[in-house]
C-alpha cells in the first residue's frame, strides 16, 4: 500500500514553497523589482503546477495573500481548470516583466543562472510552453487573456516569436542546481557517509547507470558497475 505521509509529503513540499514565491513576488512588489516579481511568478508556478498535476483541485485564489493581509484559515478548493489558466496569466505576466539589460543584484545568491535574467526569461516561456503542452487536447475549451487565445494558438505564439518568448535553446541555458558537496547541497545518491539516511535502491541504481542518468557519477557496464574507477 502506499503510506500517508507519501501524498501529504507532496502535498506539504509544494505548498511550503508556492507560498514562499507568492511571499517573495509580494516582497519584490513591494520594492518595485520588476525582475524579481518574474522570477517569484515563475516559481510560483512550477510549485503550484506540481499539486494541481498530482491532486486536482486544490486551494489556489484565497491560498495567497497580499503582503500585510491576514491568511483565509479555511480557504476553498479551486477546479483544475482555473488554476491552470491562473498559472498561464502568472507566466505571461512573468515574460512582459523581465528587464534582461538590467544588472541583476546579488547575482551570486542566484544557484541557477548567476543572475543570468536572459537565461530567467528563457526558463519562465520554456516552463510556460510546457504547463501550455499538459492541456494541448483542450483545443477550443479552455481560453485565456485579453484578447483571449485558445492553448494551441499560444503554444504557436510562443514557438514562432523568438524574440518575444525566448526559452531554452540548449543544455546551457537548463536550470541545474549543480551540487557542491556542501550541505544542503549534496548528491545523496551513491553517497556513504551517512548509511542512515536513504539511498537508491540496486535496481534504480542499475537502471540509473544503463540510461547514463546524469545525476549518477558513475559508469554503467554489463559485468557490473564501475563507480569512481572502482567496480562494485
Not at 522570477?39 to 485564489?61: E, H, M, Q, R, W
Not at 545568491?109 to 519562465?124: E, I, P, R, S, V
Not at 537548463?174 to 542512515?196: C, H
Not at 540496486?202 to 559508469?219: A, F, L, N
Amino acid at each position: 500500500y502506499i503510506p500517508s505521509g507519501v501524498v501529504s509529503g507532496v502535498w506539504d513540499l509544494f505548498a511550503k514553497w508556492s507560498v514562499n514565491a507568492n511571499e517573495m513576488y509580494n516582497l519584490a512588489v513591494k520594492y518595485d523589482d520588476k525582475n524579481m516579481q518574474a522570477i517569484a511568478l515563475t516559481l510560483k508556478a512550477f510549485y503550484v503546477s506540481n499539486p494541481t498535476d498530482c491532486f486536482g483541485d486544490i486551494p489556489y485564489s484565497e491560498a495567497y495573500t497580499i503582503y500585510g493581509q491576514s491568511p483565509v484559515k479555511k480557504m476553498k478548493f479551486d477546479d483544475q481548470r482555473s488554476v491552470y489558466i491562473s498559472i498561464y496569466e502568472d507566466l505571461e505576466l512573468a515574460n512582459s516583466l523581465y528587464a534582461t539589460g538590467d544588472t541583476f543584484e546579488g547575482a551570486s545568491k542566484d544557484l541557477l543562472y548567476n543572475g543570468d535574467l536572459t537565461k530567467w526569461k528563457k526558463f519562465t516561456n520554456s516552463l510556460y510552453l510546457r504547463l501550455l503542452m499538459r492541456l494541448s487536447n483542450r483545443v477550443n475549451e479552455i481560453t485565456f487573456g485579453d484578447p483571449a487565445v485558445t492553448i494551441p494558438q499560444k503554444m504557436q505564439e510562443i514557438v514562432t516569436s523568438s524574440s518575444k518568448y525566448p526559452v531554452l535553446e540548449s543544455l546551457e541555458d537548463a536550470a541545474v542546481l549543480n551540487y557542491t558537496g556542501v550541505a544542503p547541497f549534496q548528491n545523496k545518491f551513491g553517497s556513504e557517509a551517512n548509511m542512515n539516511s536513504r539511498r537508491a535502491a540496486e535496481y534504480t541504481v542499475k537502471r540509473m547507470g544503463e540510461s547514463r542518468d546524469p545525476r549518477m557519477d558513475c559508469d554503467y557496464i554489463h559485468s557490473g558497475t564501475v563507480w569512481n574507477g572502482k567496480k562494485r
